[in-house]
């Protein structure tokens, strides 16, 4: 991860990062969407190589704006794309964007992981039944952060609120 961005992100400062210039309206004079170049740019800027797979792939993940997706969608997605890639390609591709700081990994099941383009600190709804991950409009505030064990610090805190549709 590019010094910078790692820093910012642990010391828990608002960074922008790559990801967020391509958001960013056009009349602005900066980058907006995802084509390629957009990417490129983008990868080369955390230290990545811009490799046509992660060219290809970032284009699929963040082409669509904020986006919650498994292995397995962006699999689907590249394929009705007619990008032609191995499961294993698209594992490798998405655990080096999270450790990048491009995406976020979310955890909701022991078996299920889903990759979320907005890698900002923020806290989600898992629809039971449905296998879909919404992000909360508003912070989660925790009342008192817990001491780590000793020799330990504090990564990070994710909050994911199980919820289910109500009998009508």
């Known amino acids: 991860m590019n010094e910078s961005v790692r820093r910012a992100m642990v010391e828990g400062h608002d960074a922008e990062l790559p990801v967020d210039r391509l958001r960013i309206d056009p009349v602005a004079g900066r980058r907006t969407g995802c084509p390629f170049h957009d990417v490129r740019e983008m990868l080369r800027e955390v230290g990545l190589r811009p490799t046509r797979q992660r060219l290809a792939l970032g284009w ?30 698209i594992y490798n591709t998405l655990n080096q964007f999270t450790e990048v700081g491009l995406l976020r990994e979310v955890a909701v099941n022991g078996s299920k992981t889903y990759f979320d383009t907005n890698a900002a600190d923020h806290s989600h709804f898992y629809v039971e039944g449905e296998s879909q991950l919404l ?34």
């Open 60 to 89: 699929l993940l963040f082409a669509k704006g904020n986006r919650h997706l498994t292995a397995e969608m962006l699999h689907e997605d590249a394929l009705k794309a007619r990008f032609p890639v191995s499961l294993a390609t």
């Open 135 to 168: 992000d909360m409009p508003h912070a989660v505030a925790l009342k008192e952060m817990p001491t780590p064990p000793e020799g330990f610090e504090v990564a990070r805190v994710d909050v994911v609120v199980r919820v289910r549709r109500k009998n009508s």
